[in-house]
């Protein structure tokens, strides 16, 4: 049964830092992996999603990298700013279903 | 990305009334839409999968007399709650997706059921 951990559970910076976070998964036999960003209350917005044969996805600040051997995918997050408080969640995706499983999520707080 | 709405957006009900979530794919057709619930201070926990024009498919440990899913076309899924209780409160999000590429879902803005 597919695991997602994701660690530090919460995390707390200064405006401009530069950070790291991380998500491990026990079946390395996934299609893809997603980063999404859940605001208090709201729903998720996607952030990037690597597919199984890639290797990191960019997109601005951020950089997402998939290591499926060792089961780790890491959210990079350059220049932080107080906009990007939220809740960090990566899910992964199963290879013979569509579903996704989710980790146990990352609350970020950029102190201003 | 693709937008999914979801309606309504809060619902607050007395205990024994039925709700149904509306969740619809905006700007394409989706093959598979998905219903998540998810606790305070807690992650997303898959309820059931549904495909346009079958039976929904659910996860261990979820009622499906209960939580009713309709997926009657390729841009709109339900999901009815019957006999609400307290502890069915929580935050419903849906996705849809598709199939084939990626497999990127995209999700709705959640609603949030309140049972009194």
């Known amino acids: ?112 | 990305g693709a937008v999914v709405s979801q309606h309504p957006s809060w619902v607050i009900c007395k205990s024994g009334t039925s709700v149904k979530i509306e969740c619809r794919s905006l700007d394409f057709q989706a093959t598979t839409m998905f219903w998540y619930r998810q606790f305070p201070k807690q992650s997303l926990m898959l309820m059931a999968t549904s495909n346009e024009g079958s039976k929904a498919t659910y996860e261990q440990g979820v009622e499906k007399d209960k939580f009713l899913i309709n997926h009657a076309s390729l841009t709109l899924s339900t999901l009815t709650v019957t006999s609400a209780h307290p502890e069915d409160s929580s935050f419903y999000i849906c996705s849809a997706g598709m199939t084939s590429g990626a497999h990127e879902q995209f999700f709705g803005p959640g609603t949030r059921l309140t049972v009194l």
């Open chain 1, 1 to 112: 049964k597919q695991e997602v951990t994701q660690i530090p559970a919460a995390l707390s910076v200064p405006e401009g830092e530069n950070l790291v976070l991380n998500c491990s998964f026990t079946d390395s036999a996934i299609y893809n992996l997603q980063w999404f960003r859940q605001d208090p209350g709201k729903g998720l917005t996607s952030l990037l999603l690597i597919q199984s044969s890639q290797r990191e996805q960019t997109s601005g600040r951020l950089n997402a990298s998939l290591d499926k051997s060792s089961g780790r995918s890491t959210l990079y997050i350059a220049a932080s700013q107080p906009g990007d408080s939220a809740t960090y969640l990566c899910a992964v995706e199963g290879g013979a279903t569509n579903k996704l499983i989710f980790g146990t999520g990352t609350l970020l707080a950029v102190q201003p």
